[in-house]
């Protein structure tokens, strides 16, 4: 039922014109480095500051050439921050060769299928009465609600992070900012 909601969600943002490509795509500064839209997901977070751990991260779970593939993918990018509010050596721990599966979980627990700017995000989030889910790549659902005129997500576990920086334009999806990392 949940997925049919947020495929039908998916054609009335495609047959209503609300995709990404509808709006002017323009460069968004993240971590001090210009986000281009005319490259991909991991051409721009290379470059971020704010994203070291992640960029890391997704190189360690060999997730780079899916990520730089045509998509489209939206992202939700937790910070260097975000990482460091894990318990001490989880990230660590996630780096070892021995915890790919995990942190491939993780990474794509971050990584929903298509191209979803904020403001179709937040009509879905209206249409839900407050709430809609959609189903991330490594399968599980996100919970997205606004707050305080603010785009949030929940994870399976409870846990809650805010975007921070929504609609970064990349040649292959969008990115949206987070300051906490999801679990699934």
């Not at 997730?63 to 975000?82: D, I």
């Not at 009465?129 to 959609?134: D, Y």
């Amino acid at each position: 039922m949940k997925q049919i909601i947020l495929m039908a969600a998916m054609a009335a943002a495609t047959l209503t014109g609300t995709t990404v490509s509808t709006y002017a795509q323009k460069t968004v500064m993240v971590g001090g480095a210009a986000m281009y839209p005319s490259k991909n997901i991991v051409e721009n977070a290379v470059n971020s500051k704010d994203h070291t751990t992640l960029v890391a991260a997704v190189k360690a779970a060999g997730l780079v050439e899916t990520l730089q593939s045509p998509g489209p993918f939206t992202v939700f990018a937790p910070t260097n921050a975000a990482f460091d509010m894990l318990p001490k050596g989880t990230v660590e721990m996630l780096l070892k060769p021995e915890s790919k599966a995990k942190l491939t979980g993780v990474l794509t627990y971050h990584v929903v299928p298509g191209n979803w700017d904020s403001k179709s995000l937040m009509k879905m989030v209206k249409k839900g009465n407050g709430m809609a889910k959609v189903k991330t790549v490594q399968g599980e659902e996100l919970t997205l609600m606004m707050k305080d005129k603010k785009l949030w997500l929940k994870d399976m576990q409870g846990g809650m992070a805010m975007v921070t920086i929504a609609d970064v334009h990349q040649s292959n999806g969008v990115i949206h900012v987070i300051d906490k990392v999801l679990l699934p």
